[in-house]
């Protein structure tokens, strides 16, 4: 028995409709998780590197803490574990305003969080210690030397390993399809179940999630051009 | 390298004139020959088939063929027959059977019109659809209560799909496997979980407090459970579908059903009126 390829399966019905609004569901929690990971990024990794213990620990403590764990179980932990813990009417009022795409935001940001901010440890401690001394030296609190000089820098140097991170992050997305987040990797799967032509459904998939993929890179290579600090490293191609 | 040519090409005419031959298959043929029929079946999905605490492979899909398929296909090829039983799960029956490695799938499997297009089906021999499985006093009582409502189920199960078709006003949330399903409703993410309403009460039955759950509502999708054979399979499909009738009428199908599904069996699901209608309408009685 012959496979018998038939592609107008994603175009024709619904399968067209279900696999955009797939799309517009990874992209809109990957970019919420997106912000949330770089802000608790910046706050841990910056965090690790300051001159006083009580905050080096607790910035360890949160990035071991949930980088070590599976993403899988930081998915179920947010959607099964945490809505016991609120009042009953609170709950309520999550479950109907979509509490799985919430739970599934959360995992994702705070998961890549923590993975985000060793990248940005790496990125500070790649800076001369004499460029904290000097700011210091001139005034500075360690709350601004932090915010004016040392994060903007290496914010700009970390760029590569940044867009690496970012780009799992909307890969790891996929993940929320568990707590039944309407991804596009579940839309994909749908299609599948829907038209029993699992090559074609899963192909779109892979070609939609390289596009954006690659648009990603191509975005932040750009971004990596333009901010590269001449001197600090060395012009991309 | 063009003598290895040849020999490939021809390889490849003869393999591709020998596979569709186009004859009929005829299982009885082979049966008469061997005195086996293989069936394939389930090893976890009690009660319709499965291994028992005591190691054995049982189940009420399995009994119906030991005492009414085998009988009629016995008469049928004149002589005593022996039962071997295989593993079959759903994406493997259905090559199992064209690859002949068995004669007759008996297990869980629903028979749709999409199947019917590769397989054949004996009659009906059980019977179930879609209904709720919520908290005890729930509002929810059916199909018609669903709009608004938070509504599991399983990715990709017609359930599912009838319920975005039709009822809309439902909110639909669908999860990868039955226990993440069944979490979301023990806590409350979702109102209700619906599926096929056997696996529900087999659901129930398994949770550690069976008292605080109700299946409910009327059947809103049907999912009739046939033994599949390979198609165009005339003389076997009709001795098949003998031995299921005989059953019907003679009652023992109904003995057998309450030995799994009566008040002592091992999964009280009690055959509505409607159900048994509906079999024995189907039997062609």
Redesign the interface.
């Known amino acids: ?1 012959s496979y018998q390829f038939k592609w107008s399966v994603l175009w024709s019905g619904q399968s067209g409709g279900w696999l955009l609004q797939g799309v517009a569901t990874t992209l809109a929690i990957s970019g919420l998780a997106w912000i949330l990971a770089v802000g608790l990024g910046i706050l841990a990794g910056a965090a690790r590197t300051v001159p006083w213990r009580p905050l080096r620990l607790a910035g360890t403590f949160y990035v071991e803490f949930f980088r070590n764990v599976p993403l899988l179980v930081w998915m179920f932990f947010w ?2 574990g945490v ?2 813990l609120l009042p009953r009417g609170v ?2 009022w999550l ?2 305003h979509s ?2 795409f919430w739970a599934g935001m959360f995992a994702l940001g705070v998961y890549h969080g923590a993975r985000m901010s060793e990248v940005i440890r790496s990125g500070i401690n790649s800076i001369p210690r004499t460029q904290f001394e000097a700011s210091v030296a001139m005034g500075l609190t360690t709350f601004q030397a932090y915010r004016l000089i040392i994060v903007p820098i290496a914010l700009r140097l970390i760029v590569p390993p940044a867009t690496n991170e970012s780009l799992n992050l909307l890969k790891n997305s996929s993940v929320a ?4 987040v ?1 991804e596009l990797t ?1 839309q994909t ?2 299609v ?3 038209t ?1 032509k699992a090559i074609e459904a899963l192909t779109a998939g892979t070609l939609i999630y390289l596009v954006l993929c690659v648009s990603i890179a191509w975005i932040m290579a750009r971004v990596e051009r333009r901010f590269a600090i001449p001197g600090l490293i060395a012009r991309g191609g | 390298m063009r003598r290895m040519l040849s020999v490939v090409v021809a390889l490849a005419v003869t393999l591709a004139l020998a596979a569709p031959v186009g004859a009929q298959p005829d299982t009885t043929a082979k049966i008469k020959e061997t005195g086996v029929l293989t069936i394939g079946t389930r090893t976890g999905s009690p009660p319709f088939a499965y291994i028992n605490k005591d190691n054995q492979w049982v189940g009420f899909s399995i009994d119906l063929v030991e005492q009414l398929v085998k009988p009629a296909v016995e008469k049928e090829v004149g002589r005593t027959i022996k039962i071997e039983k295989k593993e079959s799960t759903p994406p493997t029956r259905i090559p199992l059977l064209s690859s002949n490695a068995v004669d007759l799938i008996a297990g869980t499997m629903t028979d749709t019109p999409q199947r019917r297009e590769v397989v054949d089906f004996s009659l009906t021999f059980f019977y179930t659809g879609a209904q709720f499985l919520v908290k005890k006093g729930s509002p929810i009582k059916g199909v018609n209560d669903i709009a608004g409502k938070r509504i599991a189920s399983q990715q990709g199960s017609t359930n599912a799909k009838i319920i975005r078709e039709k009822y809309p006003q439902a909110q639909l949330r669908e999860f990868p496997d039955q226990p993440a399903a069944f979490q979301a409703l023990i806590q409350g993410q979702v109102d209700a979980y619906t599926n096929d309403g056997i696996q529900l009460a087999g659901l129930k039955a398994k949770s550690p407090n069976p008292g605080d759950w109700e299946v409910v509502g009327d059947f809103y999708s049907e999912e009739p459970y046939g033994m599949a054979m390979r198609k165009g399979d005339v003389k076997f499909k009709a001795a098949v579908d003998a031995g299921l009738r005989n059953g019907f009428e003679s009652g023992k199908y109904f003995e057998i059903y309450d030995k799994w599904f009566g008040a002592k069996g091992e999964l009280p699901y009690p055959m509505t009126p409607t159900v048994k209608a509906y079999l024995l309408k189907h039997s062609g009685k």
Do not use: G
Not at chain 1, 177 to 180: E, K, Q, V, Y
């Open positions: 028995m959607y099964f809505p016991p709950q309520d479950f109907n509490a799985e399809l568990t707590i039944s309407a579940f799967r749908q599948e179940t829907y029993a």
